[in-house]
């Protein structure tokens, strides 16, 4: 629970006991690259009084949630990166993704734009947002077996 409350201190940035949109959204961006959209799905799902904003009981289930989706992309990222050099390559995303039929020249266009301090590869936090753009092109069968 210590874990739970640490975590509801850092998304409750104005300390007002709740968690709002803007609040969670900072945090959700960070961490899982979500978009407004993802993030507001997500607090609509666990604010269970309608409220528009998650008290420390609703942000429980809320943060377990997160907690399992964070695993789920560390996991991905884990798999994708072949070498366990913790980046991903242009060659291990293009390993990935052409099963899906991305070209070089989209998946070099999506690194791109997510490679943040443009070294050419991925580190983790740059790779959040990457799959995020990559994820909602494709289908449900696992890309990594």
């Given at each position: 629970m210590d874990d739970i409350k640490r975590a509801f201190a850092r998304y409750d940035v104005d300390g007002d006991g709740s968690i709002s949109y803007v609040e969670a959204h900072q945090v959700l961006h960070d961490e899982l690259g979500f978009d407004p959209d993802k993030t507001r799905r997500m607090i609509q799902v666990y604010d269970r009084n309608g409220d528009g904003r998650l008290s420390y009981e609703e942000f429980i289930w809320f943060y377990w949630k997160i907690q399992e989706k964070k695993l789920e992309l560390q996991?991905?990222?884990?798999?994708?990166?072949?070498?366990?050099?913790?980046?991903?390559?242009?060659?291990?995303?293009?390993?990935?993704?052409?099963?899906?039929?991305?070209?070089?020249?989209?998946?070099?266009?999506?690194?791109?734009?997510?490679?943040?301090?443009?070294?050419?590869?991925?580190?983790?936090?740059?790779?959040?947002?990457?799959?995020?753009?990559?994820?909602?092109?494709?289908?449900?069968?696992?890309?990594?077996?």
């Open positions: 996991n991905i990222f884990k798999r994708m990166d072949r070498d366990g050099n913790n980046e991903i390559s242009f060659e291990e995303a293009r390993d990935v993704l052409r099963d899906f039929r991305f070209s070089d020249g989209e998946i070099q266009t999506l690194m791109k734009h997510h490679d943040s301090n443009h070294d050419g590869i991925l580190q983790y936090h740059e790779f959040v947002h990457f799959w995020n753009d990559c994820g909602g092109k494709l289908p449900t069968k696992d890309p990594l077996k």
